[in-house]
Nanobody
């Protein structure tokens, strides 16, 4: 059983910073791409940032220059450093990981979501 556990969300003022963390645990054989998505009520889930096992990154245009994704492969953890936050960044943020296990092979896993609210 694989679990992704997120932490670090909360309320922050515009211009502030938050750091999200997501740790994968369970019977993991390997982890490929890890990423962060966000979703507002009534809208589709959208990619915020992703990072491959080799460290290549991809960002949504709306967060380039403000957000930084990183990972610690030894800890099976991915991070999202969010700076210069704007009210439009308010969403539920979800961790995603492409994980291979001996039992289920390779598939996508999702975290439970963490709320980020940017407001004065």
């Amino acid at each position: 059983q694989v679990q992704l556990v997120e932490s670090g969300g909360g309320l922050v003022q515009p211009g502030g910073s938050l750091r999200l963390s997501c740790a994968a645990s369970g019977s993991i054989f390997s982890i490929n791409t890890m990423g962060w998505y966000r979703q507002a009520p009534g809208k589709e889930r959208e990619l915020v940032a992703a990072i491959t096992s080799g460290g290549s990154t991809n960002y949504a245009d709306s967060v380039k220059g403000r957000f930084t994704i990183s990972r610690d492969n030894a800890k099976n953890t991915v991070y999202l450093q969010m700076n210069t936050l704007k009210p439009e960044d308010t969403d539920v943020y979800y961790c995603n990981a492409d994980i291979a296990t001996m039992l289920h092979g390779r598939r996508d896993y999702w975290g439970q979501g963490t709320q980020v609210t940017v407001s004065s």
